[in-house]
């Protein structure tokens, strides 16, 4: 089957993925929170960033490589932390592993993924990423990067943009739970999409494998709290130091929109700004992601990361013509397994290679970042 006929971007893979995952499911993967203006902001602002194209260059061999963290990758894009990925398709982090280690592109894993650091660490050759939703508790800190280091994971990401749990109507209105339940109503919808369904039999619902290990350590858990909400805190400044002291390795803050905090984390030892809304799921008068790129670029000598809303190979250049040095997806490589499994996250690899080929093409560029000189007003 030739893929790039089928699916020859994205918005194909999404509405395939759409077709092939529980409405439940979905909901918690494509949701927002509020009237969901946050994300839409999100892609209509990357929309607006105009490039101009330029002629008479000849033949170009596009250059797509960058180096990150002494670090080269084949192209600057890579895997961003999505939480209960092996609810939204079976095997999910092993699927998502294994596509990032052959692409060479760093995954991101979540503190609350269905797995275990232990579990995909060891296959990644190094370019592990781990995402930490901050313990309170600072014995379960500590051991959770013990375990992370030990896994081989060589960088650490601290998301500080949930202080606490958001709303996520369309969520809640689909009748999932956390942790999940299969209630009459879910099981219909299960029912719906056998392939999803046979992928999960004999596994049972997924569980937040890490979160599991500590919940034994929280005490006066209510009933209607999962663990995971409790062994977080709203970490401030002193819970970053206390991060930096105890981790060796690259130091990622994610979830940053001000340039006076992206300034502030720089003399605080953070390695990296990573600009995030947290692809609108968190706060719905929050600006776009690419709105708050050139303010933070002009405020920060260390690498920007960005995410949200980036659908194809153009939306990276323009997130690197406004001076992210790289760029994260979360939803998209979801949207790829539900549309075609285990072949999916490769097949993405692909459309935004070749988008990215194109459009360097068009502009005359054969750099990444030599696309910053074709950026329009």
Not at 5 to 31: C, K, M, N, T
Not at 290 to 309: F, H, K, S, W, Y
């Amino acid at each position: 089957m030739n893929l790039h006929a089928r699916y020859p971007a994205l918005s194909d893979l999404r509405d395939r993925a759409q077709a092939r995952i529980p409405r439940f499911v979905w909901e918690y993967l494509d949701s927002g929170t509020g009237v969901e203006a946050t994300k839409t902001r999100n892609r209509s602002m990357l929309d607006r960033v105009l490039l101009s194209p330029s002629i008479l260059h000849g033949e170009i061999a596009p250059d797509l490589s960058v180096t990150l963290f002494g670090q080269s990758y084949p192209l600057p894009v890579g895997i961003a932390p999505v939480g209960m990925s092996g609810l939204i398709w079976p095997d999910a982090e092993h699927h998502l592993a294994r596509a990032a280690t052959r692409a060479g592109l760093p995954y991101t894993l979540s503190t609350v993924a269905t797995v275990r650091p232990e579990d995909v660490g060891p296959h990644l050759g190094g370019r592990g990423w781990f995402q930490m939703y901050p313990p309170r508790d600072e014995g379960i800190r500590a051991d959770m990067l013990k375990r992370a280091r030990e896994a081989g994971f060589s960088v650490l990401v601290l998301t500080v943009d949930v202080p606490v749990a958001s709303r996520r109507e369309r969520q809640v209105r689909s009748g999932l739970t956390t942790p999940p339940k299969l209630t009459p109503r879910l099981m219909a919808q299960v029912a719906m999409r056998p392939v999803w369904a046979m992928g999960m039999a004999g596994k049972g619902l997924p569980r937040m494998r890490l979160i599991d290990d500590y919940a034994g350590a929280v005490k006066g858990l209510p009933s209607t709290k999962h663990a995971g909400y409790l062994l977080r805190t709203s970490p401030d400044w002193g819970y970053l130091r206390w991060l930096r002291e105890h981790w060796d390795g690259p130091l990622v803050v994610k979830g940053v929109s001000r340039a006076e905090d992206a300034e502030a984390l720089e003399k605080e030892g953070a390695d990296a700004i990573w600009i995030s809304n947290h692809a609108g799921r968190q706060f719905d008068a929050a600006p776009a992601t690419i709105e708050a790129l050139p303010a933070i670029r002009a405020a920060t000598t260390l690498p920007v990361i960005l995410d949200g809303g980036i659908e194809g190979g153009l939306d990276i250049l323009r997130a690197v013509a406004l001076g992210a040095d790289f760029v994260m997806m979360g939803r998209g490589w979801h949207y790829a397994l539900g549309a075609l499994g285990a072949d999916g996250p490769a097949h993405l690899v692909d459309i935004l290679t070749e988008d990215l080929k194109a459009n360097m093409g068009q502009l005359g560029v054969a750099r990444i970042l030599d696309v910053r000189t074709r950026l329009l007003p």
